[in-house]
C-alpha cells in the first residue's frame, strides 16, 4: 500500500497523518503527523477497518415534533452506513419513547444497536 493521507477525526485539532506499511515497525506501519498516540491508533483502523458512529433522526407518531434524534450505541463498518440509513428511514416509532430506548436491535447482526438520543 502507498502512503495514505488522513486527517484524525479524533479530536478537534484535526492532525494531519500519513501512513504507510512499514514491516521494520512492531506496528507493521509507520505513522507520522499526529501530536498524540490516538492519531496512530485511529490511522491503524481507518485503513484495515475503517468503522463511524451513525446520527439521524426517525419518524414518530404521537409526538409534538415530527422526528426523533437516533444514533447508533457504537460505531459501525463504514460500508454500512448507507444501508443503516435506509434502515433508520424506513422505520417510524411511537410516542412515548425514553432516551436511550433500543429502537433496533442486531444491527446487520452485530451488537450494534439503534438508540434514541432523546426521550419524546
Ligand atoms: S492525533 Fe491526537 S491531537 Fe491530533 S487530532 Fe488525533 S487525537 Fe487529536
Redesign the pocket.
Known amino acids: 500500500m502507498d502512503k495514505q493521507e488522513l486527517v484524525?477525526i479524533?479530536?478537534p485539532?484535526?492532525?494531519r497523518?500519513t501512513i504507510e506499511k512499514d514491516e521494520t515497525n512492531s506496528l507493521g506501519w509507520k505513522v507520522a503527523g499526529?501530536?498524540?498516540k490516538?492519531?496512530t491508533e485511529?490511522a491503524i483502523k481507518e485503513v484495515t477497518n475503517p468503522t463511524r458512529m451513525v446520527t439521524s433522526t426517525v419518524r414518530i407518531n404521537g409526538s409534538h415534533l415530527p422526528r426523533l434524534p437516533v444514533r447508533t450505541d457504537k460505531p459501525i463498518p463504514k460500508d454500512r452506513i448507507n444501508e443503516c440509513m435506509k434502515l433508520i428511514n424506513s422505520i417510524t416509532v411511537t410516542s412515548p419513547v425514553k432516551m436511550g430506548q433500543t429502537l433496533i436491535d442486531n444491527l446487520f447482526g452485530t451488537d450494534a444497536k439503534i438508540i434514541a438520543t432523546r426521550s419524546m
Open positions: 484524525c479524533s479530536c485539532m484535526g492532525c497523518i499526529n501530536v498524540c490516538r492519531g485511529y
